[in-house]
């Protein structure tokens, strides 16, 4: 599967657009890793815990993503980009989405 940020694929033309494809998921902090992080705000420094959650949970939204395009019967996303939002305190939603496309 190709996934790009950009709107075109070098030498390659397209031939359809057929749709957006999604993907999301929706993460809560875990009250071990909050009381870490609670530490970590006193000493200051990266707080791996939820670099490590947000990473995973972009992984996560990217498969469904790809998942997502692969049943609009492509093999190529272009203009991908994330989102991300508040849902409640302590619990956020990562969106990623882009333009399935069919190449000439």
Request: aromatic letters at 4%.
């Amino acid at each position: 599967m190709t996934v790009t940020t950009t709107h075109i694929i070098p030498n390659r033309e397209i031939e359809h657009i057929l749709g957006i494809a999604r993907g999301s998921t929706a993460r809560a902090k875990h009250i071990g890793n909050d009381f870490i992080a609670g530490l970590k705000n006193i000493v200051g420094g990266e707080i791996e815990e939820y670099t490590r959650l947000q990473a995973d949970s972009r992984e996560q939204a990217m498969q469904r993503m790809i998942k997502d395009a692969e049943r609009l019967g492509t093999d190529t996303i272009v203009g991908m980009a994330f989102a991300t939002s508040v849902i409640t305190r302590g619990a956020a939603e990562i969106l990623v989405y882009g333009t399935v496309v069919k190449l000439r």
